[in-house]
Structure formats: C-alpha cells, structure tokens
C-alpha cells in the first residue's frame, strides 16, 4: 500500500487540546511526565521504579492463557515469561470489549502498541519492551460496546445484561454472530474471518474470553499480551489504595484540583471524578460506593459498611471493588511495569487530569502516546483528488465548506458580493448623515433600511453560489462520494467502520499493512491506499 502523512493538525478531525499536547505545549508540562520520543522514554526508563510483583503478573498471565481454547503462540509465551526479568518493559493500550472488535481504532490502538515496543527496542536494545493489551472487563456500558458497522450496516447484540461486561455470558450471541458474518460474502477472506469470530464467540463462555481470542488470534504472532486485571491477586496488589482512597478521598482532591488548573489553561475536563472512586464487583453487580452520615453503601442494594467492616472487606476480598475511569490507570500503573499509555485522543486529555494523583500515591506517570490514526481508500485516491485539483488536507474539510471553495476556485465568475455589500455601506452612511441632519430621529430608519438591503444582497450571493454548483453539478456529485466513503456517518473512516471489511479484502494481510505503514514516535495522521 501507498502512504501518505499529515500533521494531524491538518484533519481537522482533532480537539485543540490534543494538537496542543503534539506540539509539546509547555504550559502542559506539569501535567506529563516526559515526552513521547525516544529521548523522553530514554528518562523515564532511567528514573522507572520497578515495583510491580513480576512473578504475580506472570503467573496471573499465564493461567488466563491456559484458558484459551488454542495453545499460545511462542513469541507470546517468550514475551510472558520476560516479564520476569528486571530490562522488561511494557507498553499498554486498554479498550472495551467492543463487539467483533468494533470500530476500527480498536485494531489501531494494538497495532501502535505493537509498533511502538519494536521501535523502542530498536533504539535501547540492551531491554525488552512488550506490548500489552489491558481488556476493559470491568467496565459496565453495554450499550457502548453492543454494536458495530460494516459497509454501513449495523450489528447489534440485543440482550438484558448486568455488571462487568467481561463476566456477561454469551450463550444468546449465535443470531447477531450470523447477522456479522453474513455481511462478509463469499471468499476466502470472508470464511477465514467468520471462523475466526464463530469460534471466539461459541466456544467460550463469556464476553472477555471471547474478547480475549479474537485479539490474540490477530495479534498473537506480534507478541501481544492480552490482561484482564478483573482478579483477585492483582487487586491485592492495590488494597492498599483502594482503601486510603475510599477512606480519605484523595483521588476526588488531587483530581478536581488538577482539572481546574487544566480548565485555566482552556483543556476541557473529559473526567469528573467523585468523591469515592470505586465501584462494589460481584457477580451481575457493579455499583458505585458512595459514603453516607453511618458509613458506606453500594448504590441501588442494601449492602452498608462500617469504615471497619470496610477495611476488612477490602483485605479479604479485593475482587470485589473495581476502579472507575479515573483509579484504573493508577491501578494499571501498580501491577505492570509500564512505560506508555496508548490512546486516543480524549483518553489522552484525560490522562492530564492524573499526574498529580499519582505523583500523591508515589507512582511514576508513563508517557502518554496518541495512537495512530489513519484513512484506508482504495481505487487510486490520489488521482482522484489530482483530477479534482484537491490537496489530501483539503478532504478534511467541512462538506458543504470544500463545495463552496471548490466552486469559488474554479468558476470564471465572483461569486461574492463582499465589494458591493461594502459600498452599499458607504453609501448608507452618507444618507444616514444626511437624515440626521434633516431630522435625528430618522438615522434608525435609514439603518433599518440598509439592513434589509444587505440581507437581500447575501440572499442574491447565495442564489449566485446555488447556480453555479449546478453548472459544476458532476465535479461536486464526485467531492460527495469521496467524502461519504472517506467519513462514513460524517465522521472519521476508523470511529464507525469495523475492520472486517478490510480483512475480507486483504486477509492477515491487513494487519501486516498497519504493522508497515504505523510509525507511532512521528506524530502523523496516516492515509493508506493501494
């Protein structure tokens, strides 16, 4: 495939504050811990405190393993048993455990993991750098992650569901399986997918196993680590945060100090957190923990806690309490020996509002690290936007906006009538200086007057513009195809579509063109056609 970069400031598909934290805004320092190039992650790799218990997390990695249904590939055994050794480092993205994969980001998010841990390597070879996949099996949106689009249609799983998502069984899935696999047609690719997802969903019992081998079977050739941090050993690890946090509420202080500063910097909060940061996990049950006058209480049950009773709770089952959007990557940070954080824009912006709350807790912040994002086209786009006469950057722009330039750059008339609105100005002055003169009380008059003359004129432009669209009607019906297959739903390409429809195209292929083109450390907005 063909590659071509932009600065991702050119897409115009970005917040301000991510552009912001790109271009290395100083005024952001203080919410980062270094930079994300290699001479940033160099720094931290010199100052990481190795505090995680490596024996636990591989242990805990490998018996998750062993449920699979398929034996580990060697490249993911060898990665798992590094994590033993001192020189390892991972690099961790972390999503829902989106239906089929979801959207097509999702796919993004490993392969800029997977990316990134080879460029890390190649620049400090004396360590080991593995990429992680944090499942997000604790989350409890379904509504979030019940669906997906391919080529336009919508696959939903309509189903009564409770708590963590990652526990949900699966057993009713086999109607929305057919109506995902249906969608692929008839090839090679297209049986070597449905059976990768047929397998994954019918034989195994629940949504995060499913998850879990449909990421590995795409990945597991790269190394990938695949966690699910939804066990007790691991939350022991963090009881002790868990319980100062809830008891003294600092994260809700840290947090909301931070955003405030941020807010002074004009960075939008993504965030709120709340004064008690965690949830109470069991079974088909996740709740939010909220602090009452006598003590403790899991929202919507009648389970209440002493401060006491509280602490025991949390020493004898730390399973049952599970962190919130704004504890999770402190938990992350605890278990793993971790570098980077790998996410998309608003992830990122969020992650500004942490450095402070870990900085209390004694824990080192990692890099954060905009994932790739990327257009994938077919049928020549380039030439397309050279018979155009359209620059890559100039697609991004607003539909209707790109139509109105086009045909003001291409049509042998002005279409504007910005000169003559600023004479009728002129004009308007002097009989409104004459009408004073005559009788004050008329200048409102002659301004009303000149107001109903300058809406006649912009509805005369517009009516200019309306005809000569239609005199360049051909060149505007193709601008319109190029944008409805480039931002399907009006959005980027990678936030709607899934990337089956890319797979049933190239097969495996597919994921070695991201692995080609992806180059995490440049700070591109990637265009790939063929």
Not at 439 to 455: C, H, Y
Request: glycine share 6%.
């Amino acid at each position: 495939m063909k590659a071509n970069y932009l600065d991702y400031s050119e897409t115009n598909s970005f917040s301000p504050a991510i552009i912001r934290y790109l271009e290395n805004d100083p005024d952001l320092e203080p919410f980062c811990s270094f930079r994300a190039d290699i001479d940033g992650f160099g720094k931290l790799i010199e100052k990481k405190a190795d505090k995680a218990d490596r024996h636990l997390l591989v242990t805990v990695l490998k018996e998750q393993y062993a449920r699979l249904k398929q034996n580990p590939n060697e490249a993911v055994l060898n990665n798992i048993d590094l994590l033993q050794q001192k020189e390892t480092f991972t690099v961790t993205t972390g999503h829902q455990l989106n239906l089929f994969t979801g959207p097509l980001y999702f796919i993004f998010k490993i392969v800029t993991a997977i990316n990134l841990a080879r460029e890390l390597k190649a620049s400090f070879p004396d360590k080991n750098f593995v990429p992680v996949y944090w499942m997000a099996s604790e989350d409890h949106d379904f509504a979030e992650i019940n669906h997906t689009y391919i080529s336009g249609k919508k696959i939903i799983w309509e189903t009564e569901t409770a708590g963590a998502t990652g526990r949900i069984d699966i057993k009713g899935i086999q109607k929305t399986l057919r109506d995902y696999t249906g969608t692929l047609g008839i090839s090679e690719n297209a049986a070597e997918l449905s059976s990768l997802m047929s397998a994954a969903y019918l034989e195994n019992p629940n949504l995060g196993d499913a998850t879990r081998s449909v990421v590995n079977t795409l990945f597991e050739e790269y190394g990938l680590i695949i966690l699910d941090a939804d066990d007790a050993r691991l939350k022991k690890e963090f009881s002790a945060v868990m319980r100062d946090d809830i008891i003294g509420r600092h994260s809700f202080k840290n947090i909301a100090a931070t955003s405030k500063q941020l807010e002074g910097l004009e960075i939008p909060v993504q965030v709120n957190p709340r004064e008690i940061n965690f949830f109470y996990l069991d079974n088909d049950l996740r709740e939010r923990i909220v602090f009452e006058s006598n003590g403790y209480e899991v929202l919507n049950t009648s389970i209440r806690f002493t401060e006491d009773e509280l602490r025991r709770e949390i020493e004898t089952h730390p399973e049952r309490f599970s962190p919130n959007v704004v504890m999770r990557p402190l938990y992350q940070e605890i278990i793993l020996p971790n570098l980077a954080y790998i996410g998309g824009g608003a992830e990122i912006v969020y992650w500004l509002q942490l450095k402070q709350n870990f900085d209390f807790y004694g824990i080192d912040f990692p890099v954060l690290l905009l994932r790739n994002s990327a257009i994938i086209t077919s049928g020549n786009l380039s030439g397309k936007l050279a018979r155009l006469d359209l620059s890559l950057p100039d697609i991004f722009e607003n539909t209707e906006k790109l139509r109105k330039q086009w045909v003001s750059d291409h049509s042998g008339h002005t279409l504007n009538l910005n000169d003559e609105l600023q004479e009728l100005n002129n004009i308007f002055e002097k009989i409104k200086l004459r009408a004073h003169k005559i009788d004050p009380t008329l200048g409102p008059s002659s301004e009303a007057v000149n107001a109903r003359l300058q809406k006649a004129v912009k509805n005369l432009e517009g009516k200019l513009m309306k005809a000569e669209k239609r005199n360049f009607s051909d060149a505007l019906a193709q601008i319109d195809s190029l944008k409805d297959k480039l931002f399907p739903r009006g959005g980027l390409q990678e936030r709607t579509e899934n990337f089956g429809l890319f797979y049933v195209k190239y097969g495996r292929a597919f994921i070695d063109m991201l692995i080609e083109n992806f180059k995490p450390l440049d700070r591109k907005f990637t265009i790939l056609e063929d």
